[in-house]
């Protein structure tokens, strides 16, 4: 089962790691890391969820995975000293902590840590053939079931509702489907009140379990 980077570093090391920079926050939407730049630095990710994504080349964008409080965002192209692979957004406020990458470097050789995060990096890139295959062969309704579910999942509220502060546009483009995909399959979420849609133009998540259940039967 996938682990957040704090369980896999241990609590102690990953207290120490914070405290390599103050910590700072980021609204919802902002773009925290982008696909092509250059890997100068390292994100912590103390609260608040984000979305992995991948732009092809005509500038749509994948949804590869959903990341929540305690884990490690751009550490792979820092160890490989590449470009960043992918685009990380804020999905609600997040509260980060940036470390250059060269001080992050030095704490991974401090604490022999290199093994065990190719290990989870070794998981996380299964994860994304995963969610790969389920936009490949899945129905648009238990794609975005499936994509709601992880936002919930990784969200910082424990409330029952949620905001998922994506149109349904982004939406859309998150699972490869049309708009009018993704609205004819909230449709009926939406009369059982299970979503709703916000004012500013996102949804609010209100019993996944119930579309979970319901998406499955569309399946």
Known sequence: MYQPHATVIGDKLWARLEELAPQRVRPARSVLLRQGDPATHVIVLESGSTLITLAGACG????LAVRGAG????ELAVLDSQPRTATVIAAETCQIRIIPADSFLTFVEEHDLLAPLLRHA???VRESEAVRLELATASVPLRLASA???LVEAASTSASD???RLTQTELSQMIGASRN??????K???EQDWVRTTSSGGLLVRDIHSIQSHARTQA
């Open 122 to 124: 070794i998981a996380r």
């Open 181 to 186: 995909a993704v609205v004819n399959a909230l």
């Open 148 to 150: 709601l579910s992880r």
């Open 60 to 63: 749509e964008r994948t949804l």
């Open 162 to 164: 949620l905001a998922v």
């Open 71 to 74: 884990e490690l965002l751009g």
């Open 188 to 190: 009926p979420w939406r």
